[in-house]
């Protein structure tokens, strides 16, 4: 499956984005998708992760009660909508999937990846 990250930007604290990936190539419920950040200062982490059919999330302490993934199946589309952003959130965000029968305890264990978008948070 191939995946289309777009949707960042700036914005200031307190301010909302919403982050889309689009995926093709491939029969789009097959897969779990998540979505990580990575800064020049910190390895890549997920930030949060939805299951095939949107029935189940996780999400990373640091977004609980912010962040929201869902998806579109008939549009073959996840989407991370962002609220109440911090400028620790400022990173380049990047949209991944698994087959949803694949481990996924990892980043390294995510086989496939859009490009990053650009978040940048100012205070």
């Known amino acids: 499956v191939q995946l289309q990250a777009s949707g960042g930007g700036l914005v200031q604290t307190g301010g909302s984005l919403r982050l889309s990936c689009a995926a093709s190539?491939?029969?789009?419920?097959?897969?779990?998708v998540g979505w990580f950040r990575q800064t020049p200062e910190k390895e890549r982490e997920s930030v949060a992760v939805i299951n095939w059919n949107g029935a189940r999330t996780s999400y990373i302490d640091s977004v609980k009660g912010r962040f929201t993934i869902s998806r579109d199946n008939a549009e073959n589309t996840v989407y991370l909508q962002m609220n109440n952003l911090k400028p620790e959130d400022t990173a380049v965000y990047y949209c991944?999937?698994?087959?949803?029968?694949?481990?996924?305890?990892?980043?390294?264990?995510?086989?496939?990846w859009g490009q990053g978008t650009l978040v940048t948070v100012s205070s």
């Open positions: 190539g491939g029969t789009f419920t097959d897969f779990i």
């Open positions: 991944a999937a698994n087959p949803k029968q694949r481990r996924t305890k990892s980043v390294a264990d995510w086989l496939s």
